[in-house]
């Protein structure tokens, strides 16, 4: 099957679609058992105390904490319908711009960018590409992210 | 936490310290819980195995964070991430010894920062590459010390 053969006209339409934004309070907790499944013992976003007289005066929300599927995944990317009930995360880009806190909150939007397919060892393919922009309760925007998904 | 690095200590060529991690399945289970990810390849075998895979596999997304670990350890507190891309490109199991390297592929001065550029991966225990990435940093300089 030639490139992108896989998508359909009624695919295409979704490209540009954004969702309701996400939002999030990042609370202590939620970063102390982040820092626990990373086995990440990094005091920045742990020791209060140490963490105050950082730079950045208090506890910081580790950045790669935008990996979570929670911030930057899950189930409010605009997506297409489609028969492909497999799915495998491709990969993703993070920048960040500002630094997050916690006790920020982080609100969440996803939008569909681009629908490409192609025939793999699994059969057809299809690799979704969504932009998610988190802004924080100033509304600043501190990071996005690119993210590939695949479905098969 | 260990002594911070000034971008006049950062060479092109010169390697970022190498960090090991060891996602055992309670791993798997503390990752999909603090992250929100309960796609079931993840934890239940038997759905894993039905999607043909191998058995559970670690979440890429875990894989991006140990990446984000290995910089954010190697940048020290000043430093700052302002980058971090990761392909999934190969799956990994758990009860693999997974080791996060990287190397500095280049040194710029761009808005008033001072970036470093990084090629960085994630390597199963049989050195295969199964997560490459790139990573930017922005150093402080030791002049402004």
Redesign the interface.
Known sequence: MAENAAVTDEMKKWIGRESEATVIPIEKF?VL??A?????N???WQNEE?AKK??HGGIMV????L????LS??ANRPTPPHNYN???????????YK?MMVGDTIASVAKLVDIKSREGK?GTMLFFVWEIIHTNQKGELVAKTTSTGICY | MAKQLYFEDVEVGMEIPPITKHPSTTTLVRWAGASEDYYPIHYDKDFALASNLPGVIVHGRLKAAYLGNLMTNWIGDQGILRKLTCNYRGMDLPCSVLTCKGKVVNKFQQNGENLVECDISLENDKGETTTPGSAVVALPSCKKK
């Not at chain 1, 580790?62 to 904490?65: E, G, L």
């Not at chain 1, 990996?67 to 929670?70: D, G, N, Q, V």
Request: glycine letters at 10%; charged letters at 20%; aromatic letters at 10%.
């Open positions: 939620m058992k982040f626990l499944a990373t086995d990440d990094n005091p920045l140490y950082s730079k580790p950045p790669n904490m990996c979570c599927s929670m995944g899950g497999r799915r495998l995360d491709g990969g993703a880009t993070w920048d960040f630094p699994m």
